[in-house]
Structure formats: C-alpha cells, structure tokens
C-alpha cells in the first residue's frame, strides 16, 4: 500500500514565518523601550541643566506698596526662572465659591442633603450616597442600582423617594447609608420627573400623564390615591399647605388644590412666555424656572388671583429652582448656578453667579452650603452667599449674536434673525447699541424694509392687498406683482398681533392680551389703528362671516363680535369652551374652533348672542389649526398630522380620512379638491382630498425656517416662513408647486465682512446681502444675492467676495457698483464649509469633518483646490474645523473638541500639521493678533494661546464664565465677545508681566499695576514649554 507523500515545505515556511514576525516584534519593542529610557535620561539632563520646563504654583502671596499703587505678587513653585510671564485677567466665573467636587457616575441630575450626606440622582447608575460631611472633601458611603433613570430624589427621615424615569416612583430605606435599600416600588405610567413629599403623600410629575399622588403612609404597601390631568406637561410640582404647584410647560403654572388627595381640584392657572419648567413656593410667592423666559415671580395672594409681578432675565435656559431666605437659587444650565435677590418680588436682581463647567440640572440648599448635580461634570459644593459677581461690560443685542467685526470706533456684529447691528466703541467698557437693520429705512435704491424681527406669525390677502404680522407690526402689502410683494406701510399693534382676517381695507386682529383690534388701511401707507375689544383670555385667531368676526380667545373661548361698523367693533355673544381657544373657522351658523389639548368644538352661532355648543371631537394630538369647506372640516393636529371629518349630522362629525405630514401639521387650508397644510420646518406639503376618506400628498416646498400660516388668494399660495417672511407659491400644478415671489422681512446673519462703508452679510437662506452703513445709526439694506447653498461664512479679497456656502463649498462672488452682486465662480468641497479666510491669492475653508481646503483664487472666476489637510486619526474623530485664520504661513484652525490646530501652510499643495492644543469648551471662532491666538470655545468661555512659538502652543488665560462664547475679536486693549443670546461682552485682554526678582528655581516675584479693585483676577504662570494656573482668585487686598 503506497501512502500519500507528505508536502513538509509549507509548514517549515510558516514555522520560519511565524519566529521572523515574533522576531520583528521583539526588535520594535526593543527600538520602543530604548527610546523611552533615552527620552528620560535627556528631560534629567535638561532639568539639571537648568533648561527651562513648564511653571508649577504651589502658593502665592500678595501686598501693596506705593499706598496701593501697585500689587507685588510673590510665586513659589518649581521651574521658575526669568523666562516665565505672568498673566492676569478677570475672573469672570466666580469659580472661588466652589470649595468641593465630585465625579460622579452617569448623568446627574438631582440631588438632595441631610446630615452630612448628599443623596444623587445618577441616571443609569442609580442613587449613590456621598459623605459631605467636610464639604471640601466629599466621598461616596454607598449606591443602589435602580430599575429605570433616576431623575430626582426627595428626603423625609430615614427615606429617600427617587423619580426613576420609567421606573415609576421609588421608595428607599437610608437608615444604613452605605446600604441603601429598595423597599418598594410604585409603578407610573410614562416618565416619573420629579416629586413632592408633604407628610404621608407624595405627588409626582408624569410629563403628559399628568400628576399622581401616592400614599407612603405604609412605605412597604404605597397605594396609588388619585391622577389628575394637567392638560399640559408637568415638569415639577411643589407643595405648599393644601396647594400644589406645577411647572406645566407652555401652559405656565398650574395651581391645584391638594386638600383630597383622592380628588385633586384646579384652583388657577398663569400663562408664562416661556415653557414652565421648574417651579417652587415660598409664602405668597411661586417661583416660575421658564426656560429661555428667565424667572418669573407670581403673587399668590392677589386680589385678582395669582399674577405675575417680577421678572428676572436669566443667561441660557433655567430648568429648576429653589428658594430660601429671600434668595432664589437657578439651575441655568451651562451658565452655572444663578442667585436672585427677592427683596422686592417686584424687581428681582441677580445676586451672583457660578460657572461650574457643566450643565447644572439641580440645586440642594444645607446649612452653609449649596449642593449641584452637575450634569455629566458630576457634585459640586459651594459656599453661600456667594461673592458678588463681576459686572461685565455687556451690550445687550436682539436675538443671538454670532459673528462680529469691529473697525475704528464701531463694532458690526451679525444676529441669528435680527440681521446687522451696529455697535458705538468709543467707550470700550461701555459698548452701546445705535443702529441695526432691525429699523424701517428707506433704500437709496427705492423703498427697502429691513427689519429682522423676532418672528412672522400670520397673513390674508384681499384682491391685491395684503396684510401681514411680523414681531406685533401690522403691514400693508402690495401684491399687484405677487412675483415681488412689496411692504408700503406698517403701524404697530397695541399687543402682539398673532391673527389677521382682511376684508376690503380693514385688517381685524387677533391682538394677544389686547383682545380684538380694528386697523384701517385706507391708505395702506399709512395704516392706523380703528376701534377695539377687550376679551378675558389671550386672542390668537380670527374668522369673518357677514356682519361679525369670531375670535379664538385662549382660554377665555370663543367670543363673538358685532362688526356692521368695520371700526368700531362691540361685543356680542361669548362660550366658555374647554382648552385653549387658538384657531376659528366659519360655515354658516356652524363654528369651529381648534382647541389644542381641548380637540374641535362645533358651535352654533345661530343666535350669536347665545352661541352654543354642539359637541366636540376630541381629535388625536392637540388642535392647532381648523378650516371648513362645506361639509369637510380639516383639524391640524400636530405630530398627529390633519384629521377630516363629514360634518353633515354637525351633532355627531364623522371621522373620514388622516394624513401623515413631516413634523407637526399646525395650519390647513382647503380649495376644491386640494388641501393645504403648513408643516413648520417641514415646509409646505399639498394633498389631494378628492377622496376624503383617503387623502395623499401630490406636492410640496420647502421652508427656509418654518411654515406656520397659510392663505389662499388670486390662484395663489401665501405662506408665512417664521424667519423669512412671505412666500409665494403658485400651485396651478399641485404636483409641482413653485415658489414664484417672497418678501424677506427679517435677515438672519451668520457672518459679515467689511468694505468701506458697505457692509456684506453672510444671511443663510437668504445668500448675501449689501448693507449701507455710510450713517451707522440707520444702515439700509441695499442689494442681495439669493444662493443654491446656506451662506455661513464671507470674506473678501483679489476685487471678490467669498462665500462658505455648507455643503455646497465655495461661491465666489463679484460685487457690481455699490449694490449689486453676481455669481463669478463655485468650487464644490467635501465636508460643509463653515467660515472662510483669504490671504494672499488663497482662500482658506473650514469645512467641518471635511478638513482645512486650501484653494488658489489666483483667477477668482475659477477656484482651484490645492490640496485638503485633516487631522491625523484618531484626532479625527472629534475634530471639526469651525474657522480658521491665516498668519504669515501658517493657518490657525478652530477645530471643535480638537482645539486649536496650527496648521504649516508654505507649501499649499502639501500642508503640515505644526501643533496642536486642547482647550477647555468647543472651539468656534479664532482670531490672531500678533504672538496671540484668541479662541471662541462655547460653554468653555474665550481662551487665549501663546503663539509666539507656533510649534508650542501655551494656553495663556481661559476666561470661564463666558458661557456661549460665539466669535471673538481684539480691539484697543479689549476682547469683543458675541457671547451668543448674552450680547456683546467687553472685556480687558489678560494683563501680562514678567518677573522682576527670581530668587532661584522655586521663588519669583511680579510688580502689577492697574488692576480694577472691584474684580477678583485668575493667575497664570507660563513659559514657552506650558502654564500653570493658580486654583484661587487674586484680588487687591482691602485699604
């Protein structure tokens, strides 16, 4: 028998492979382990060499001589030599109140102390118990895992109750603190929030599922007593005797009485601005945390019911609040822990703030101390009261500020949606507003409205007039060329305008708190105000049939009007009707009325005296909007999008059909066999209803911001973008719907570059603009030029304008005379382009994850790409090139959560990564001015970096406590800060001095002058090789 040859050559081949791989990795272990041991051995060279290293502080003392003239500052730490340099800059954080932290597990989001121990809320990790008994040193005793998200915890005796998100409401035994035990659970539906403990009961807050109240009189048997609707969304609640209050979003603080737990009773509501998100009691007060509205004081013991008395603006949004002694203590988000005196409830004043880094999402008050459940940055301890704040040199600005310019003894900062303003500098510490494209003007190109109001909200058209309501004005618009709609008269409203109904030349108004309002546009250039009506509730919508008007009224319901004398209207009949009253609708003697929360009420207004109901559909979603064509009625309902209904029997409305619709459906309108309906952001969408009880979309346009009205008029579609303004679309092909005319009434401004008197402005959606700015208290919009792409980003150069146009690249524009402009070329990039440089025949873009191009624009008409740099892995990862500016030959990168990047840019076809340097926040914005990289990073405030030796770079002063840090520029000694919805911030650039005395390695000593007694300042030591800061704050001792 033969057997098979065996093939041995193969395995010596993969024995000799496998020892040649493991001999390879022995000798780059080797290479490795000897450069280290020589990287050692050199740094101990240098270091006995006396070779300079990075400063360390360990103490700092201070006096004055001169009679206080000047500061002697005596440093003592290592790596101290005459190289080093001190800074000193204001401290804007008041981050010395922080004397103990933390980090915690998960997010942390409530918090609540009793001796001597702090008990977390710490999302998927559960509650954990801290000892804080020295509050400078806390440390964890003990945690419980829960079922779901531990939001927030409330303490009574030996008890904690934990909100646990969708693990319902928690019962824990805290007698052993180091073992916390689970001794029951109550389950809820949807997301337990927050909680409230009065004795044996505890009311939680259950978002849309309103509140529950839970008797713990057993804790091992909680029974669940009763639920009440809040109609809203309930955030958080606080007891106060036999009243709760609830923070119950956008429909403000509901008021209930407490006294039956098994039958909880409404006693009051107040509408707030904002979205009631926090709330709290304090005697004859509640305290209302209203998101981006700041703090409102509401009287409780009026004679008129609970009003709003005090207002308090806020930085960023506010989400919780607590009070005690006077004070209110704000969670405000990324701007720390805000403190508000209420000696006057009236006239309530910020007392102090402290950035702490994070996001704060809740406050515990113990004794002498302030606990914060920090977001993800974990506990912080701070010591009350708190040192007075620095009063920053502030300009407050219309909308959020993004990109500013300054030039002699002017600033130009672009808003969000308010468009140019224009700000006076001859006084750096003070810098005020005189002038903003958010004024009427006229052009000198013909009539020119620029106004960037807060937002557009409603419009009708009647023949070739049209009416519309942007930011409480009434305007007359003319529409004989609906291609180019054009304002020719404006007049402010006594409120704020929400509805309009025109007929012939009256406009009548839903006017917010001022009720029903008669405008006579006899003369559409000069509008005026007829007669009015005061209504209970707040009117948001109105609808003419014959010789009367039916406004939607809130909560005051359905009110009727006697309008046989267009302007002098009078009050004729009114129904209380259940929800808030927002949008009307005629058929007849047939009323509907949208309802939000509330559905659709029928009304007959056969006697419209006497209206009365008929019946309600209560629809899915809440009501926003309502219109009528015979028997078919259109409810839009939101995220629930638009329900039809047969309205033949008006006493039992038939459902028919729904339709599906991008974001939220929020108003329709019907003709023929068409609907209409304005979906936000989600633009317009067309639907065919031929077959009602199957609707489908046949059509749609986009919206620059947000649809939010609708009007049907001369074949047309009038749409109001929120941001925008007008649109016109013509829709005779419901397939293909086009966009044929607009009227931009507000300009939103991302960024802006100078020349001359003319000012050009990067405006999103809207693509260019030309701003005179010849007289800088009424700049006037005097050209534009509509883009393919969003415009983020501009600069000039080579007789051009260059655009960052998103994800479209590059444009590169060529402006004609002192108005016009044209498109002269386009260069499509990867990435998005943000921000663009020109500098020397190259323009330079910051195109997000898509890298630093560098682009030759040698011949403007036809940009070139020289070549693309992006950080190295795994930096790339988390770098986004935001902006960038051009030194010489170097390119210094905003770069995100990557920092700075400096950039090596001599070669441009072969860019080179100099350095790089992390900093605190996420960079946005960066400016040079000489050895100085100045950098926007966000919530981590203004950094300044030494650049004098580009290869490494040295974090010279990080200013905290600026908390939207948008763009940055330096002028005259001062950084000009947009700090996002905070203004303009003017600030002192960092005080720099060198050492006068180094005594040796370990003792230096600096002489300053000029400091500003009623500011503490933060202390930095730094040399080429890094910096140190000192932990504590310097102020000039008191006389």
């Known amino acids: 028998m033969l057997l098979p040859r065996r093939e041995t050559a193969p395995l010596r081949f993969s024995i000799i492979e496998t020892m040649s791989k493991k001999l390879f990795l022995l000798i780059v272990i080797g290479i490795a382990a000897w450069s280290g041991l020589l990287a050692f051995l050199v740094r101990l060279a240098m270091e006995a060499d006396g070779v300079p290293s990075a400063p360390v502080m360990t103490a700092v003392s201070t006096r004055t001589v001169d009679d206080g003239a000047l500061l002697e500052v005596s440093v003592t730490g290592e790596g101290l030599d005459e190289s080093v340099r001190a800074a000193l800059y204001a401290d804007l954080s008041n981050s010395r109140a922080i004397v103990g932290s933390l980090d915690t597990l998960g997010l942390f989001t409530g918090v609540a102390v009793a001796d001597g121990r702090a008990y977390l809320a710490s999302s998927h990790y559960g509650m954990q118990v801290v000892d804080v008994s020295n509050p400078s040193r806390p440390h964890f005793l003990g945690a419980m895992s829960t079922p779901g998200k531990a939001i927030s915890v409330v303490l009574q005796g030996d008890r904690a109750y934990v909100a646990d998100g969708e693990g319902g409401l928690l019962i824990v035994d805290v007698s052993d603190p180091e073992n916390p035990t689970l001794v029951s659970t109550v389950p809820l539906p949807g997301v337990t929030w927050e909680l409230a403990v009065a004795g044996d009961l505890v009311l939680t807050t259950n978002g849309k599922n309103g509140i529950h109240v839970v008797d713990v009189a057993d804790p091992s048997e909680p029974k669940l007593l009763s639920r ?27 008021i ?52 709003i008395i005090g207002h308090a603006d806020i930085p960023n949004w506010v989400t919780k609040v607590t009070c005690r002694g006077g004070r209110a203590y704000i969670s405000a988000g990324p701007s720390g822990l805000v403190v508000v005196n209420l000696d006057d409830p009236a006239r309530p004043r910020i007392e102090g703030v402290v950035d702490t880094k994070g996001i704060v999402r809740g406050v515990a008050l113990d004794g002498d101390f302030a606990f914060l459940a920090d977001g993800r940055t ?51 510490k003070t810098p005020k507003l005189i002038g903003s494209t958010g004024t009427f003007q006229k052009g000198r190109e013909g009539d020119a409205l620029v106004r960037s109001p807060t937002a557009s909200v409603d419009v009708d058209v009647d023949g070739n007039l049209g009416c519309f309501l942007n930011d409480g004005h009434v305007m007359a618009i003319d529409l004989h060329d609906p291609r180019g709609p054009s304002v020719v008269g404006s007049v402010k409203s006594p409120g704020t305008a929400i509805g309009v109904a025109l007929r012939g030349d009256v406009a009548y108004l839903a006017d917010g708190d001022s009720g029903f309002q008669v405008v006579d546009l006899t003369n559409p250039r000069h509008p005026r105000l ?31 009007l006697d309008i046989q004398d267009p302007l002098r209207p009078k009050a004729l009949g009114r129904l209380q009707t259940r929800g808030v009253a927002r949008e009307v609708a005629v058929s007849g003697n047939l009323v509907l009325v949208a309802a939000m929360e509330g559905g659709v009420h029928l009304v007959s207004v056969e006697d419209p005296s006497r209206p009365r109901l008929l019946g309600t559909v209560q629809t899915e979603g809440r009501a926003f909007g309502v219109a009528v064509a015979g028997n078919l009625a259109a409810v839009a309902c939101g995220t629930e999008g638009v329900q039809l209904f047969d309205l033949l029997d008006p006493m039992k409305p038939l459902p028919l059909g729904r339709l599906n619709v991008p974001l939220n459906a ?156 044209r498109l002269a070329g386009r260069l499509g990039t990867a990435g998005y382009a943000r921000r663009v440089c020109v500098k020397d025949g190259r323009a330079y ?195």
């Not at 009243?243 to 979003?249: F, G, K, L, Q, W």
């Not at 107040?270 to 703090?295: M, Y």
């Not at 009015?532 to 319901?557: K, N």
């Open 845 to 1039: 873009l910051a195109a997000g994850k898509g890298g630093l191009h560098i682009i030759d624009i040698r011949e403007p008409a036809q940009p070139k790409l020289f070549a693309t740099f992006s950080l190295p892995w795994p930096e790339e990862a988390f770098g986004f090139a935001f902006d960038v500016a051009v030194s010489g030959e170097l390119a210094y990168v905003a770069h995100g959560r990557g920092g700075l990047t400096v950039v090596d840019v001599r070669d441009p076809l072969r860019p080179k990564l100099m350095s790089q340097l992390g900093i605190p926040g996420f960079s946005r914005a960066v400016a040079i001015d000489g050895e100085r990289a100045y950098l926007a990073s966000g919530h981590g405030g203004v950094v300044v970096v030494d650049v004098a030796d580009p290869r490494r770079p040295v974090l010279v002063a990080s200013y905290l406590g600026i908390t939207e840090g948008q763009d940055v520029a330096v002028h005259r000694g001062y950084l000009l800060v947009a700090n996002g919805g905070g203004g303009v911030l003017s600030v002192p650039t960092p005080m720099e001095v060198p050492c006068v005395d180094v005594q040796n390695r370990n003792l230096v000593t600096f002489e300053v002058t000029g400091l500003d007694p009623s500011l503490a300042y933060s202390l930095r030591l730094f040399n080429r090789f890094g910096s140190s800061a000192f932990p504590d704050v310097l102020r000039l001792p008191a006389d």
């Open 378 to 428: 974990g506990l912080k301890i701070l010591e009350l009261p708190l040192p007075e704040s620095p009063e920053l040199p502030t300009a407050p600005t219309a909308g959020r500020v993004g990109a500013l310019a300054p030039a002699g003894d002017l600033a130009y900062v672009a808003s969000d949606h308010h468009g140019l303003q224009v700000f006076d500098l001859k006084t750096l």
């Open 228 to 254: 009440f609707d809040t109609e809203g969304f309930a955030w958080s609640v606080s007891i106060e005797g036999d009243r709760a209050y609830v923070a119950n979003d956008r429909k403000g603080l509901l």
């Open 256 to 307: 209930l009485d407490i006294g039956n737990p098994s039958c909880l009773r409404k006693v009051a509501e107040v509408d707030t601005p904002g979205i009631a998100r926090g709330v709290a009691s304090a005697g004859d007060l509640a305290l209302i945390a209203d998101f981006r509205e700041g703090l409102h004081v509401v009287s409780l013991s009026g004679a008129q019911g609970p009003a």
């Open 666 to 821: 929020l108003k329709v309108a019907l003709a023929g066999s068409q609907m209409y309906v304005t979906c936000g952001r989600g633009g317009l969408r067309i639907a065919d209803i031929s077959d009602p009880r199957i609707p489908r979309i046949i059509g749609s346009s986009p919206a620059a911001s947000s649809f939010v009205e609708v009007c049907l008029a001369n074949d047309l579609v009038y749409l109001v973008d929120s941001l925008f303004g007008i649109r016109v679309v013509q829709a005779k092909d419901p397939f293909h719907p086009e966009i044929v005319g607009s009227l931009p009434v507000s300009a939103q401004g991302n960024d802006l570059v100078l020349a001359g008197d003319l000012v050009y402005l990067a405006a999103g959606a809207e693509g260019v603009k030309t701003v005179n700015v010849e007289d800088p208290q009424r700049p006037v919009l005097t050209g534009s030029l509509a883009l393919e792409g969003l415009a983020h980003g501009i600069d000039r150069g080579n007789g051009h304008l260059f655009v960052a146009g998103g994800r479209d690249g590059l444009f590169v524009l060529a402006p004609e005379g002192r108005a016009g402009l």
């Open 530 to 560: 007829g007669g009015s009506v005061e209504t209970p509730g707040r009117a948001w919508g109105v609808a003419l049939d014959g010789p009367r008007a039916y406004l939607a009224d809130g909560e005051g319901g359905l009110q009727v």
